[in-house]
């Protein structure tokens, strides 16, 4: 139950954030957002606020931020519908009503509709009940009820498709950017409760007869020095030594004030078939707690991860990492019950990996993400005019084919690997 909870609420923020990054740009370019949704499937909760709908959907693996003006939003009044309409004293609609065919509102005027532009001009144009033809303006936030259901409606400038390639961009771009910017802030929480890592080289604990200890090597000795090479951070130490395998160094430490030079011979271990030299010290970071290099700190730790993911993902596309080193929900769902259990601080650190993960995976260009969308607004922006709608339609369908594809794959090779 405590894996569950963790992570949901791990799930849960970083959707959270990423569907909020769209929807403060949209709301920023005058973009008139419908829904604002974390998980997905059946809805198990909504609220709405003002023109949006806030909602909490059944399944916790994703969510979505749904613009006006986007596929099958658009409200259309066809010749010959028979509408309702409820006008204000200067005779604009404020609501229509679809399949009403009681007088139970007393103010609510029948037309048969003839004409109708609900996007850029506004009106509503058909025959009253005395077969005279009429035209009624129609409200910028005039509601459309249909079947109970309402929908306020969205004025061609309110839509996303009418504002210009850098709003629409921008919108799209803030998602993943938001997943940035979550784990910037986890990794300067982190440093403010935790305490920032200064990495200095000072030895925490000397392992009985290895070369370190052979040598004189004390805990609290601060190694600055191998072979004249400075050392400044226990990075720095452990790669020197790694490097080092059956050689003899000399280790200058500081002690008490005074140096001590210190000849050893490296001892070499064989990891993943490689000699990697070790000298038998222990090491545990001191911590500092400055509210300044917490900042420092969360900006460092944000890039370094996004380095690494990278790197990782180059290795993926080169071939040197299969596709079976990916996971889905049930890989990460399992990866977060093991890291559960390392405490508060290391799950953190979890969530703010996954946050950027999520960033970078977003911002690929492939159809689908926010980075596919991108690539069609950076030829937009190339070509002076948009795409065919249908055609990039198709495109980011068939690229959701592909994902949901690789999905079952990665969730199917998940299950292998931890069940079976």
């Not at 749904?66 to 200067?90: F, S, T």
């Not at 000298?279 to 890039?303: C, D, F, M």
């Amino acid at each position: 139950m405590q894996t569950a909870i963790a992570f949901i609420l791990i799930f849960g923020l970083l959707v959270f954030f990423h569907e909020l990054g769209h929807f403060l740009f949209a709301k920023r370019a005058g973009i008139m957002v419908r829904e604002f949704a974390i998980g997905m499937g059946p809805k198990i909760y909504g609220k709405t606020h003002g023109e949006t709908i806030y909602t909490v959907r059944l399944l916790p693996i994703g969510g979505y931020v749904r613009m006006a003006g986007e596929d099958m939003d658009g409200i259309e009044l066809q010749p010959g519908y028979r509408v309702g309409l409820i006008v204000d004293e200067d005779n604009i609609a404020k609501k229509i009503i679809f399949n009403q065919n009681n007088r139970q509102l007393p103010d609510l005027l029948f037309l048969e509709v003839e004409r109708a532009d609900l996007e850029r001009e506004l009106f509503i144009e058909g025959y009253d009940e005395e077969e005279k033809l009429v035209r009624y303006s129609v409200a910028r936030d005039c509601v459309v009820v249909e079947n109970g259901r309402e929908t306020v409606i969205a004025p061609y400038d309110r839509q996303f498709n009418a504002k210009t390639v850098g709003q629409r961009a921008m919108t799209i771009f803030a998602g993943p950017l938001f997943n940035f910017i979550l784990a910037f802030f986890i990794y300067m929480l982190i440093g403010l409760l935790n305490g920032v890592p200064t990495y200095e080289p000072i030895i925490t604990e000397v392992v009985a007869n290895d070369p370190a200890a052979q040598a004189g090597m004390l805990a609290g000795d601060k190694v600055t020095s191998i072979d004249g090479q400075a050392v400044e951070k226990w990075q720095d130490l452990a790669a020197i030594v790694q490097k080092r395998p059956n050689q003899e160094i000399n280790v200058t430490v500081e002690r008490g004030g005074q140096i001590e030079n210190l000849n050893m011979t490296v001892k070499a271990v064989e990891q993943n078939g490689e000699k990697l030299g070790q000298i038998g010290v222990k090491y545990e970071s001191p911590r500092v707690y400055n509210p300044l290099k917490a900042v420092v700190y969360g900006a460092q730790e944000t890039y370094n991860m996004t380095v690494k993911i990278f790197e990782l993902l180059g290795l993926l596309i080169t071939g040197e990492f299969s596709i079976e080193v990916l996971s889905g929900p049930v890989g990460i769902y399992k990866t977060t019950e093991e890291v559960a259990t390392w405490g508060i601080f290391a799950l953190m650190n979890f969530a703010a990996m996954l946050s950027i993960n999520l960033g970078i995976m977003n911002l690929l260009p492939l159809p689908a993400l926010d980075g596919g969308r991108l690539l069609f607004f950076g030829f937009e922006a190339l070509r002076g005019k948009p795409i065919d709608r249908q055609k990039e339609g198709m495109v980011h369908f068939v690229g959701i084919v592909l994902l949901m594809i690789l999905m079952v794959v990665v969730t199917w090779n998940d299950i292998q690997r931890f069940f079976f």
